[in-house]
């Protein structure tokens, strides 16, 4: 943190990552707690429909890597967040509405590991759910506000190695218990196994058609790394590496899941990681699982902070003094902490929590985002129709419906295309008038 003296610094580590260091970070920031707590309590309640649902995302990376990637190119260059692209393709006013989309968003994300963090730390150490809450905020907060990006990359670093390492070992140490993968392939229900007859099915058919564009996985710290790269070939290998991580790593969580339900068949789905922890894994492993979630929490918590902080102090605010904007990432660092620790505090479901950040940053800022930068002729017209319709589609689908579940990223999403489309033809139609008149 002595090192970091200027905002690029602070916020991209002044583009110097190797392709290696890059892809590791971000690596990192995409597993997050959630995805070995929240997604082993999914399969093993609904069942394989949950991955299948979810693996549109290997499609979301093929398309990134192909298609997306060479357009981050040298338009870019010099700008430090999703703020800054949005400034420029729309104007100042939807830089700032991004940034405050970007508090929202992370410090929404935030709550959801802290709460996995809770739940985990709380069973295995036996400390208050608030305490561990508390505590790993504060620990996150200040490395993150000493070394902005430096400190977040290379913890990340170290962090992905420790999921590496036990993620597998938690797996092999299930399967065995369950008596091997013939005798676990035997003892799973039928109707976890479901997919086209699955009461869920319209649900999470909705959920795998918007999994595989990219609108839901780029939230901030994701655009944060696309801006890190020095080149687009950093970004297209990224995304080829994430492609064959993220399979091994599903089907490790469905093997972990599916162990659990055969061993354990009384135990709630949401309780099922903390009770393999303190039952099944020996120790040692025990207190290994426990850094592997605190890495995985972790890893993506302070690459949220870093992005959320960048958006408020860069975009929103906008010093002029580069000591003084400094300043403000640190202090911004500190506030999307504490918004996280308060909704952490409710205790969320950690899936739901985190897919509705997912769902208003992907339609609202995503979508307009993406559409300028593949070279799509844009208007803040199109932004602002698009925006009105996702809040208002997003707040009608929870007002409506007591618990929407994973259908509301897929219907804020789909709202959020139609109403851009709108906005766009609408203001093409305006702007064709003009040229006439």
Known sequence: GFGVKEVKDYAIARKKCSTFFLTMTFLASSF????????VAKVATDGIIF???????????????QFIAPYFDSRFNGMLSAGDIMTHFYGTTVGKITALL????????????????????????????????????????TYSALGGMRSVAVADVFKFSIIVIMVPLMTITMINQAGGVESLLNAIPSEKLTIFDHSKFSEYGLMFLVSLTPFLWMYPPVIQRFLMARHPSQISVMYRVQLIVRVIFMLMIVCVAFSGVAIFPDVPAKDLVPHIVSTILPIGCRGLFIVCVLAASMSTSDSHINAASVLLAHNLFKFKNERIELAMLRFSTVIVGVFGIIIAAFDFEIIHLIMSAFSIWGAAVTIPLLAGVVKIRVSPLAFWVCFIGVITSFSATHAIIEKPGLAAPAITVITGLISFAFGKFYSDLLLARSNKQ
């Open 32 to 39: 997050g707690s959630g995805a070995v707590v929240g997604d």
């Open 102 to 141: 970007g508090l929202l968003t992370s410090s929404l994300y935030v709550g959801g590991q802290l709460t996995a963090l809770g739940h985990i730390i709380g069973v295995f150490l036996a400390v208050g759910y608030k305490t561990v809450i508390i505590l790993s905020a504060l620990i996150v907060i």
């Open 51 to 65: 991955t299948a649902a979810i693996s549109g995302f290997l499609i979301c990376c093929l398309i990134m890597s």
